[in-house]
């Protein structure tokens, strides 16, 4: 039985959503979110449990091992679901480091504390990305990992290290590989909440090379919901992937935004490439539907237009992220690509 519920991460977007998730619909379980608050952590995001007493913060480094270890002896941890990681596929091209040690090592941190602990099972929570693109047809969890930006390649690191324990030590870990998760709280630098706030400050929206890549979505709550089957009904050392079968252009998903804006395609700035630029992301989720009975269930157009309300009536949350470093890394970026 699971109780005591340790979440790294749970500041960012995905974490933060899976956190009010949880205290929903398990009342009776204690979450402790264990964040670094780097640029993406955002305690708004927690608000509506922040007094919950089922609910304690603590703000540390996945990379620091007795921080880690204080935290599970002195909260009686059962599992940890990790969503602690650099995320954003741009910010790793300008600069690695984070990522490696995050992504690699603050993995293995975990996975020792696992093992030390004995707990019931830790969830790593990783990205469609690692299998690399595809230019058509799925990739399967047994397909092999072939990651093009240094994001990926990291992620793909710390997924490895799961199986590598599994395998070594039978650490109950299990991984995850999701599609691209859209909905409320993401931090304005990737594309759906970038572009919906550009237009909603009357600015255009950077289109990277010919907006063919496709990505396929999910929304935060199927990721949610498909996390949760995972933790209570997945195998030690399996691995899922999480999909939806919703796959957009990056031209159609710039389009459908504009609409839902009431914006013209004059809008669209055409800008250069991302280096290294994934085509496309595609993977078979029938394994996790056949084994686990979980299945998507968000409508990808009722889901983006109640993302983008959310966004035009919460400014208040985004317009203070879109100041400080975010200009300077903008700035960068930009350099960094032409
Ligand atoms: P995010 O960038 O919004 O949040 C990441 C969180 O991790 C932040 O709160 C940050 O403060 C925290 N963090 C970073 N380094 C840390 C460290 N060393 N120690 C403790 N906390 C640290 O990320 P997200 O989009 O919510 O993604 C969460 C996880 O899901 C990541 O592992 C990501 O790779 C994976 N994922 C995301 C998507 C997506 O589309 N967003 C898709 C597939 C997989
Ligand atoms: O596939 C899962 C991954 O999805 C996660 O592992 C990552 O953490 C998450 O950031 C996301 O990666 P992407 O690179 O797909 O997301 P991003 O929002 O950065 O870009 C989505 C697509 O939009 C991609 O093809 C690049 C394009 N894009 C992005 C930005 C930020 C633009 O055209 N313009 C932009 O300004």
């Given at each position: 039985?699971?109780?005591?519920?340790?979440?790294?991460?749970?500041?960012?977007?995905?974490?933060s959503?899976?956190?009010?998730?949880?205290?929903s619909?398990?009342?009776d379980?204690?979450?402790v979110?264990?964040?670094?608050?780097?640029?993406?952590?955002?305690l708004?995001?927690?608000?509506e449990?922040?007094n919950?007493p089922?609910?304690?913060f603590?703000?540390g480094?996945i990379?620091d091992?007795?921080?880690?270890?204080n935290?599970?002896?002195?909260n009686?941890?059962d599992?940890?679901?990790?969503?602690?990681?650099?995320?954003h596929?741009?910010?790793?091209?300008?600069?690695?480091?984070?990522?490696?040690r995050t992504?690699?090592?603050?993995?293995?941190v975990?996975?020792?504390?696992t093992?030390?602990?004995?707990?019931?099972?830790?969830?790593?929570?990783?990205?469609?990305?690692v299998?690399?693109?595809v230019?058509?047809g799925?990739?399967?969890?047994?397909?092999?990992?072939?990651?093009?930006?240094?994001y990926?390649?990291?992620?793909?690191?710390?997924?490895?290290?799961?199986?590598?324990?599994?395998?070594?030590y039978q650490t109950p870990?299990v991984?995850t590989?999701?599609c691209?998760?859209?909905g409320?709280?993401?931090?304005p630098?990737?594309?759906?909440?970038?572009?919906?706030?550009?237009?909603?400050?009357g600015?255009?929206?950077?289109?990277?090379?010919?907006g063919?890549?496709?990505?396929?979505?999910?929304?935060?709550?199927?990721h949610?919901?498909?996390?949760d089957?995972i933790l209570?009904?997945?195998?030690?050392?399996s691995?899922y992937?999480?999909?939806s079968?919703?796959?957009?252009q990056?031209i159609?998903?710039?389009k459908e935004i504009?609409?839902?804006c009431?914006?013209?395609?004059?809008?669209?700035?055409?800008?250069?490439?991302?280096r290294?630029h994934?085509?496309?992301?595609?993977?078979?989720?029938?394994?996790i539907?056949?084994?686990?009975?979980w299945?998507p269930?968000?409508?990808?157009t009722d889901?983006?237009?109640?993302?983008?309300?959310?966004y035009?009536d919460?400014?208040?949350?985004?317009?203070?992220?879109?100041?400080?470093?975010?200009?300077?890394?903008?700035?960068?970026q930009?350099?960094?690509?032409?």
């Open positions: 039985m699971i109780k005591n519920l340790l979440i790294t991460g749970g500041a960012g977007f995905i974490g959503h899976f956190i009010k998730y949880i205290l619909v398990y009342p379980y204690f979450v979110n264990f964040d670094k608050l780097t640029y993406a952590g955002n708004d995001n927690l608000r449990v922040e919950n089922n609910y304690k603590i703000q480094d990379c091992a007795k921080a880690v270890e935290t599970i002896e002195e009686s941890i599992a940890i679901v990790n969503y602690a990681a650099e995320t596929v741009d910010r790793s091209i300008m600069y690695a480091d984070d990522f490696l992504d690699i090592l603050g993995v293995q975990l996975l020792e504390a093992r030390k602990f004995n707990l019931k099972k830790m969830v790593q929570i990783s990205t469609d990305e299998y690399g693109a230019e058509s799925y990739f399967t969890e047994e397909s092999p990992f072939a990651p093009n930006s240094p990926a390649a990291s992620k793909a690191g710390g997924d490895l290290l799961c199986r590598a324990f599994f395998n070594t870990v991984a590989h999701s691209n998760v859209y409320t709280h993401q931090y630098e990737k594309v759906i909440p970038l572009f919906i706030t550009n237009l909603l400050e600015k255009k929206v950077p289109l990277y090379g010919d063919l890549n496709v990505r396929e979505w999910i929304h935060a709550s199927d949610c919901r498909a996390i089957a209570h009904k997945a195998a030690p050392g691995v992937n999480i999909g079968g919703t796959e957009k990056n159609e998903l710039t504009l609409a839902l009431g914006r013209e395609e004059d809008m669209i700035e055409p800008v250069a490439d991302r290294g994934d085509r496309r992301y595609a993977i078979d989720h029938s394994k539907i056949r084994e686990l009975g299945k269930e968000k409508i990808f889901g983006l237009r109640e993302t983008v309300a959310w035009k919460n400014e208040w949350w985004w317009k203070k992220l879109k100041d400080g470093d975010y200009n300077e890394y903008y700035k960068k930009y350099k960094e690509r032409i």
